[in-house]
């Protein structure tokens, strides 16, 4: 599960990073010409993987438990903050699609098992979105059924008031229309 969420925030960090960078890219004169520029954020070779940690069987705590993992892991003076230096181990140029030269940037081809383990994060990061989809619509559903349980109780209780008015109205109009009291003697 570990190996799968650090996967899948790395698919994450390559989207938000890829759009981040191209928004900083322009000129502010058009189009910019050829693919985005990128930054990946993966861990260094020499990162010791994280041990004994519990995740959550909720997706979206789950990614949140990643995140401050990693955060954990690039915060290496522990201030909260990340720095240049402790950032810089962690970014690297992207893979190249077509492997040719990326602004000054090389980087391996992109191709098979990188594509592959890519389409695959895309996979699973539009299941965990659909499962919370779901749950929410399951959890509206169930808010839905409470709403109609307590109409349902409010128009019985509505029904028991009327009766209640109708059975007064009715002991009014009798007294009103017997003879008072005292009355009958004269």
Known sequence: MVRFSLNLLLAICLVF?????????????????????????MPPPDVEKPEGIEM??????????????????MDEDGNGELNHDELGGWVHPPPHMDGGPGGGMEGPPMG????????HLEEELRRVHQ???MRHIEELGH??????????HMRERLREMDEEARRVAE????????????????
């Open 17 to 41: 990073g890829g759009a981040a960078t191209a928004f900083a890219q322009t000129d502010g004169m058009g189009e910019h010409d050829g693919p985005p520029p990128m930054l990946v954020i």
């Open 56 to 73: 959550s069987e909720d997706p979206a705590e789950a990614f949140h438990q990643m995140f401050d993992v990693f955060f954990g892991m």
């Open 112 to 119: 098979g098992e990188m594509e592959e383990h890519i389409r």
């Open 131 to 133: 499962e919370q989809h």
């Open 143 to 152: 808010h839905r059924d409470r709403i109609k349980e307590e109409i349902g």
């Open 171 to 186: 002991e009014l109009q009798r007294a009103q229309s017997e003879p008072p009291m005292g009355d009958e003697a004269r």
